[in-house]
């Protein structure tokens, strides 16, 4: 007679989930600090993504994004601009605001970093069995699925 496994208990899901979000931290950092040519800081990676979700976004909407207090997104902004990573402009719709995108390069930053963590996570997928991998793909979707309808609930 088969034995039936219990279900796990979402705390323990979770406990499991926080984890692995350890490990994948711990595999952005080192894609982040020595995989690439030019290693970007975290907070300009952020910001990168950031404006990238919201072409055309302004200061203050990204400050909220990332959590941050205008002084400390302008400066932010000063240097992204100087490393030639985010291009800014006046808005269209306001003479006052000021509009971010990412530059070219911001572009290719993007590309070569998540490149970069795509030949990580490869690494380690690769050495886990076929049942496994297809378990682990229906469980990251039904997360994702479960994070978005939560996210705009």
């Given at each position: 007679?088969?034995?039936?496994v219990p279900a796990p208990l979402p705390a323990e899901v979770a406990a499991a989930a926080a984890v692995a979000a350890e490990l994948l931290d711990a595999l952005?950092?080192?894609?982040?600090?020595?995989?690439?040519?030019n290693p970007i800081p975290p907070s300009q990676l952020r910001a990168l993504l950031?404006?990238?979700?919201?072409?055309?976004?302004?200061?203050?909407?990204?400050?909220?994004?990332?959590?941050?207090?205008?002084?400390?997104?302008?400066?932010?902004?000063?240097?992204?601009?100087?490393?030639g990573l985010l291009e800014r402009s006046l808005s269209a719709n306001s003479r006052r605001e000021v509009e971010l995108r990412l530059s070219q390069r911001g572009h290719s930053v993007l590309a070569e970093h998540r490149a970069s963590r795509l030949r990580r996570l490869h690494r380690v997928l690769a050495t886990m069995p076929v049942d496994q991998l297809r378990s682990l793909t229906c469980g990251l979707t039904a997360f994702h699925d479960a994070a978005l309808a939560l996210h705009d609930a």
């Open positions: 007679m088969p034995t039936t952005q950092r080192r894609s982040t600090e020595g995989a690439e040519e950031a404006v990238e979700r919201s072409e055309g976004t302004n200061l203050r909407l990204l400050g909220k994004a990332l959590g941050s207090k205008p002084p400390a997104v302008s400066r932010l902004c000063d240097r992204m601009q100087a490393d």
